[in-house]
């Protein structure tokens, strides 16, 4: 397994909407370490939640691969998208991996760092997808994973 990271910025973030998705490869799964969200524009009452995507995203429209931590490391499968033709659907559970809900007044700069000491395991050609369940602010989102 090698280690790979990637960093986006999500501008989709309307409410109840899926704002990122990270996107395995058929055959290679991905084991999540670390998840990072920085609120990057002014809005209150935000809340974001970490999912199973119950259907992944059609057709993401500007995919990101994740880059290998070693320069000389295999290129990565796993892909990152914050657009698509088709999002992941919006959530109707309360069943959530994790849950956000800032407590500033504009937000800006702040954040979380997730982390899974023994891995959040992202099967084979399935996604976990970011959700926003309030009316949200652009967010610097990455991720830290093995596949």
Do not use: H, K
């Not at 209150?44 to 995203?57: C, H, K, M, T």
């Not at 979380?112 to 959700?131: D, E, K, M, N, Y």
Request: glycine share 8%.
């Amino acid at each position: 397994m090698g280690s790979y990271s990637v960093a986006v910025r999500a501008t989709n973030v309307a409410s109840q909407l899926c704002c990122w998705e990270l996107r395995t490869a058929a055959g290679v799964p991905a084991l999540i370490f670390e998840l990072g969200i920085s609120i990057a524009g002014n809005s209150s009452n935000q809340i974001y939640v970490l999912a199973r995507a119950p259907i992944r995203g059609i057709t993401p429209t500007s995919p990101v691969t994740v880059l290998a931590d070693d320069n000389n490391g295999p290129a990565g499968n796993t892909q990152v998208a914050i657009a698509w033709s088709g999002a992941p659907p919006a959530l109707v559970a309360s069943n959530y991996l994790r849950r956000l809900t800032p407590n500033v007044p504009s937000g800006v700069g702040s954040g979380i760092i997730w982390t899974f000491p023994i891995g959040l395991l992202v099967p084979p050609a399935s996604s976990l997808a970011l959700f926003t369940l309030s009316i949200a602010s652009a967010l610097d989102i990455w991720v830290n994973l093995d596949e």
